[in-house]
T-cell receptor
C-alpha cells in the first residue's frame, strides 16, 4: 500500500466502549497528525508527533489518547466518548519542516466515527 | 491566534467555466504559508496549491491559480476550465513559518464546489 492508510474506515461505538483508530504512513515521513472534522466546522488539529514525540496537544479531552510507537504508525485510543465526539477523524503525515519550509501534509481517508 | 475565513459555504459552476473561491485570513506574522486543499466525496484530502507569503508572484498549478493579496490578507483560488472531477470541498489553510519543527495548519470551514455538466 502507498500513502496514508486508516483503519477502520467506519466505526460505531457506545459511550462505554473502548476502541482504537489506526493510521499508517508508507511515505517515510517523520511527523504525524490527528485532525477532527465535524460538520460545519473547520478541521481541528488534535495532536502532532515529530519523530515519535508529541509536540502538540490542542487541548484535547483525556478520553482521546494518542500513541505513536514509531514514525510510521499512529493510534488514537478512545474511551468513554460522548455523542458530540462523532466526526470524521483524519490522520496526516509530513516531513519535518525545519529550515526548508513546511512540507506538504498527506492525509488519510479518515475514520467516520459515530458515538451512540 | 490565526483565523481563516471562507465566506462561501457552497458554490456551483458550469463545466468548462471559471470559478473563484475566496479566502481571507488574520495574522500578525509576516512570514507564513497558505494552502488550498481539495477533499473529494471519497474524503481523501489532497493539496491543490501552496503560496509562500514572501513570494510576490502568484502560484499556479495547471488549471489552478491563486490571487494572493498580502496587504488585504486575501488568498483566493481560481479554477479555470472546470471539470466534473473538480467537484469537492475546498479548504483554505494557513501555516505560520516555523523556526524549527512543524507548526499546525489552521483551516477554514470549507467551500463545497459543484461542477455541473
Amino acid at each position: 500500500e502507498t500513502g496514508v492508510t486508516q483503519t477502520p474506515r467506519h466505526l460505531v461505538m457506545g459511550m462505554t466502549n473502548k476502541k482504537s483508530l489506526k493510521c499508517e504512513q508508507h511515505l517515510g515521513h517523520n511527523a504525524m497528525y490527528w485532525y477532527k472534522q465535524s460538520a460545519k466546522k473547520p478541521l481541528e488539529l488534535m495532536f502532532v508527533y515529530n519523530f515519535k514525540e508529541q509536540t502538540e496537544n490542542n487541548s484535547v479531552p483525556s478520553r482521546f489518547s494518542p500513541e505513536c510507537p514509531n514514525s510510521s504508525h499512529l493510534f488514537l485510543h478512545l474511551h468513554t466518548l460522548q455523542p458530540e465526539d462523532s466526526a470524521l477523524y483524519l490522520c496526516a503525515s509530513s516531513q519535518d519542516s525545519g529550515a526548508a519550509g513546511p512540507y506538504e501534509q498527506y492525509f488519510g481517508p479518515g475514520t467516520r466515527l459515530t458515538v451512540t | 491566534a490565526q483565523t481563516v475565513t471562507q465566506s462561501q459555504p457552497e458554490m456551483s459552476v458550469q463545466e468548462a467555466e471559471t470559478v473563484t473561491l475566496s479566502c481571507t485570513y488574520d495574522t500578525s506574522e509576516n512570514n507564513y504559508y497558505l494552502f488550498w486543499y481539495k477533499q473529494p466525496p471519497s474524503r481523501q484530502m489532497i493539496l491543490v496549491i501552496r503560496q509562500e507569503a514572501y513570494k510576490q508572484q502568484n502560484a499556479t498549478e495547471n488549471r489552478f491559480s491563486v490571487n494572493f493579496q498580502k496587504a488585504a490578507k486575501s488568498f483566493s483560488l481560481k479554477i479555470s476550465d472546470s471539470q466534473l472531477g473538480d467537484t469537492a470541498m475546498y479548504f483554505c489553510a494557513f501555516m505560520d513559518a516555523p523556526n524549527s519543527g512543524n507548526t499546525p495548519l489552521v483551516f477554514g470551514k470549507g467551500t463545497r464546489l459543484s461542477v455541473i455538466a
